[in-house]
T-cell receptor, first 111, second 110 residues
């Protein structure tokens, strides 16, 4: 059983399109996160959700919006994709103050 | 802002030696520090967590220290093996989120 699963693993799309990345965790954690890892491998927090409430919203463009239908899911919607959005996006979950479990990542390429 | 830095971008060592990776933080002392391993094409995997009131933590060949005076954590892999080659990330807590360092790419040569 995969603890944190995200789909798709690869996503190639044209500039201007709207896309979504899905994430699900079966660990019963109350906090989920989205991280962006750029070409220099720096892992940067984008959003975190605790009990379906957005508790941290980093300075990311408002074209990015997290949506959590329930405690086990945190999807990432991206509107009007730009070339600079190309990166690997990781979903993660944890109990607050504890270790984080990461998904396998979604490599987004905007052409 | 609370920053976390890993000084070495890359570290090459010979098999059997001890690898030591450094993580430095600024501003207030974090409640805990975590260390993760990341292999190419995969997500980070948790290794160890050390709290500010702990000086040292061990797990098999891994050892982590936390020095609040130096504002530093050291991560040691003893008797290193080529399979230990990966990128190692340290992370600090910051208001309900984890802030990651830039990582150190470790290469262990046979």
């Amino acid at each position: 059983d995969t603890a944190v699963s995200q789909t798709p693993k690869y996503l190639v799309t044209q500039m201007g399109n709207d896309k979504s990345i899905k994430c699900e965790q079966n660990l019963g954690h109350d906090t989920m996160y989205w991280y962006k890892q750029d070409s220099k491998k720096f892992l940067k927090i984008m959003f975190s959700y605790n009990n379906k409430e957005l508790i941290i919203n980093e300075t990311v463009p408002n074209r990015f919006s997290p949506k959590s239908p329930d405690k086990a899911h945190l999807n990432l919607h991206i509107n009007s994709l730009e070339l600079g959005d190309s990166a690997v996006y990781f979903c993660a979950s944890s109990r607050l103050g504890d270790e984080a479990f990461f998904g396998q990542g979604t490599r987004l390429t905007v052409v | 802002s609370q920053k976390i830095e890993q000084n070495s971008e890359a570290l090459n060592i010979q098999e059997g030696k001890t690898a030591t990776l450094t993580c430095n933080y600024t501003n207030y002392s974090p409640a805990y520090l975590q260390w993760y391993r990341q292999d190419p094409g995969r997500g980070p995997v948790f290794l160890l967590l050390i709290r500010e009131n702990e000086k040292e933590k061990r797990k098999e060949r891994l050892k982590v220290t936390f020095d609040t005076t130096l504002k530093q954590s050291l991560f040691h892999i003893t008797a290193s093996q080529p399979a230990d080659s990966a990128t190692y990330l340290c992370a600090r807590d910051n208001t309900d989120k984890l802030i990651f360092g830039t990582g150190t790419r470790l290469q262990v040569f046979p």
